[in-house]
């Protein structure tokens, strides 16, 4: 399939590293990298808390802490994506994750570990994944076209993803944990080259010749004090909760799960690269399907199927062969929601304060996130046992469902234009 760019993106004087197939490349792997480097740090909390001395729960706050300081963030470095360009902040963001890395190597006390694991690379993850990257994304391509490259822009993250975790795993067994972190820090600061094409604070005029942004004139203000007044935004946000506890959850603490029932470390390594593997496919599904369907049922079908996926993982006697397939069955659901989410935002209230938009929807996401991982080592620590957090993940996705369906997706009309629709 071919995606045609749209006039702004092709003109004769567009240098080849600001052409669609470049923004989709460099975007992907960006994002990947540094969703990547999150989804496996579950793989180092069992090496990390047997060295300096702590307990479950001590790592998982300080995951929980990044998880929160990754959605408080979100709407701020949106904005400034927004207003000063969306490269800046790519940038910084990657310089800061270095910097979040080196620091995880350096702590040895708990309140270290939760600043740099936490609050730097909290931040960090904000100026790096969703927010940003597909914020530019959206502003740089036109309409039509639009869905389908955020789906292969996930797609080439979840490639990237996947690539990780079993690197990751060959470090912390031939290097140790303080080596592989190290290497990780390295690789992202090797990466600040990818954000130059970002460079998009003119691409927000005109994202498509055919269908002009209402909101391109709008004050910052009025786009916020607009979106917090759409029961849409708030429905999306209290969904997109259920998404991050499910997600956080099962990421930080899957490994761990598993080595308590019996199974080997390798197996928790293969479920994490399982779910980033087919999170490769299920991305690209979404974003695809999105472009033609109504992207709040495809997100209530995401919600109930995980639901689904977690019920019969817990009923069936565990086996690599049921812990295979829940694994590849998550991953074809894992992180769809997300361009399915953005495209709602753009298609309600246009692309004009996109990332900032979805950094106050992205809250939610992270709140859900905080409670997910930080619970999950609670509970463990209290009752042995993380059945009590399954169970809620699953309450969760059927509320997410039920709150995707009434949503009202149509545009805001806008003194007589209308906002674009992806």
């Not at 929160?68 to 790519?90: C, E, N």
């Not at 270095?98 to 270290?112: C, K, R, V």
Request: net charge positive; glycine share 12%.
């Amino acid at each position: 399939m071919t995606i045609h760019l749209p006039r702004s993106c092709t003109s004769g004087a567009t240098p080849w590293w600001r052409q669609l197939w470049v923004l989709v490349l460099a975007g992907g792997v960006l994002m990947g990298m540094a969703l990547g480097a999150r989804h496996v740090q579950g793989l180092f909390m069992l090496p990390i808390i047997a060295e300096r001395g702590w307990t479950r729960e001590t790592f998982a706050f300080a995951m929980a802490v990044q998880n929160l300081a990754w959605g408080l963030a979100q709407p701020f470095t949106g904005m400034l994506a927004d207003r000063y360009g969306s490269w800046k902040v790519m940038a910084g963001g990657l310089a800061l994750y270095a910097a979040g890395l080196y620091g995880m190597t350096q702590a040895h006390t708990s309140t270290a570990l939760v600043w740099s694991a936490g609050l730097c690379l909290g931040v960090a993850l904000s100026g790096t994944t969703f927010g940003v990257v597909y914020g530019a994304l959206s502003r740089m391509t036109g309409a039509a076209q639009r869905s389908r490259a955020l789906g292969l822009a996930g797609a080439v993250g979840g490639i990237a993803q996947f690539a990780l975790v079993p690197g990751v795993q060959a470090l912390l067994v031939s290097t140790g944990w303080v080596a592989a972190l190290l290497l990780l820090a390295v690789a992202m600061a090797v990466l600040v080259p990818l954000a130059l094409p970002f460079q998009d604070r003119g691409a927000a005029a005109a994202p498509d010749h055919r269908a002009p942004d209402a909101a391109a004139g709008q004050p910052l203000r009025a786009a916020v004090r607009e979106a917090f007044g759409h029961s849409g935004f708030w429905l999306l946000n209290l969904g997109f909760l259920a998404c991050g506890f499910q997600l956080a959850f099962i990421a930080s603490h899957l490994p761990a799960y598993l080595l308590d029932r019996g199974m080997r470390a390798a197996d928790g390594m293969a479920a994490l690269a399982i779910i980033a593997l087919a999170n490769v496919a299920g991305v690209y599904l979404c974003g695809l399907l999105g472009g033609r369907h109504s992207k709040k049922y495809l997100l209530a079908g995401i919600y109930l199927a995980r639901t689904a996926a977690m019920a019969l993982f817990l009923l069936l006697p565990l086996s690599p062969a049921t812990l295979y397939a829940f694994s590849a069955a998550m991953g074809l659901l894992w992180l769809g929601t997300v361009p399915l989410t953005n495209g709602i935002l753009a298609q309600v209230f246009g692309v004009r304060y996109l990332a900032t938009l979805f950094g106050f929807v992205f809250l939610g996401h992270q709140l859900g996130s905080f409670l997910g991982v930080w619970l999950g080592g609670l509970v463990f620590e209290l009752t042995r046992s993380y059945d009590a957090v399954w169970y809620g993940a699953m309450a969760l996705g059927i509320v997410a469902a039920a709150l995707h369906s009434p949503i009202d997706d149509r545009q805001i009309v806008r003194s007589g234009l209308t906002a674009a629709r992806p």
